[in-house]
C-alpha cells in the first residue's frame, strides 16, 4: 500500500525499481504503434492525450520522481 511506501529507505526504494523496472519496459515494449497512438481522455474536462504521451508521463515522470526521493533519503 502506498502508506507502506513512504516506510522505505533507500535501499529498499531501489530494489523496488530494479525490480519493478524490467515489468514496466516490458509491457510497454509489446505496445503497438497503434496503441501508442490512441487518444483517451484522463480527467473530463481534460485534453484527450495519446498513450505514448501517459506513458512518458507517468514512467519518465514517475521514475524522476523517485530519483528527487532516492537523492533525499537518509
Known amino acids: ?3 507502506e511506501l513512504v516506510e522505505l529507505g533507500k535501499a529498499e526504494t531501489i530494489g523496488l525499481i ?3 523496472a524490467p515489468v514496466a519496459a516490458s509491457m510497454v515494449r509489446s ?4 496503441q501508442l497512438d ?3 481522455q484522463l480527467l473530463e474536462g ?4 495519446t498513450v505514448e504521451a501517459m506513458v ?3 514512467l519518465a515522470g514517475h521514475a524522476a ?3 528527487q526521493t532516492i ?3 537518509r
Open 1 to 3: 500500500s502506498p502508506s
Open 18 to 20: 530494479k525490480s519493478s
Open 31 to 34: 505496445l503497438s504503434d497503434a
Open 38 to 40: 490512441c487518444k483517451v
Open 46 to 49: 481534460m485534453p484527450e492525450v
Open 56 to 58: 512518458e508521463m507517468a
Open 65 to 67: 520522481y523517485h530519483l
Open 71 to 73: 537523492r533525499g533519503a
